[in-house]
């Protein structure tokens, strides 16, 4: 089994309770996913309810990142909303065009 480590690394400083946790998840894993990682962009927007992190990604790779009927997308939610409650966020992915 590989060691995963999804912390920010210490360029990638984020405050404490801002979802830096769920950020590096989400980079992580579709990291993996994509064709392109380089083209990777997440953008943090704080809400009255928690964090929303919107994902953009390659135009070849928004198939890979949605997968079929969007099972790839939900379970990148799934993971990430787990991330964030670690740092006590509630936090919300949009996938953008």
């Known amino acids: 089994m590989s060691n995963i480590d999804p912390e ?4 990638d ?11 590096a998840v989400l980079e992580y894993v ?4 994509v064709d392109d990682p380089d083209a990777i962009r997440v953008e943090v927007e704080e809400r009255r309810r928690g964090i929303e992190l919107h994902l953009n990604v390659g135009p070849d790779d928004m198939g890979k990142v949605i997968g079929r009927r969007g099972r790839v997308a939900q379970a990148m939610r799934t993971v990430v909303r787990a991330a964030g409650a670690k740092d006590g966020v509630e936090v919300n992915v949009a996938i953008d065009d």
Not at 8 to 11: F, K, N, R, W
Not at 30 to 33: D, E, L, S
């Open 30 to 33: 579709v990291r993996h996913i």
């Open 8 to 11: 920010p690394e210490a360029g």
């Open 13 to 23: 400083a984020v405050p404490a309770g801002s979802g830096g946790t769920a950020q």
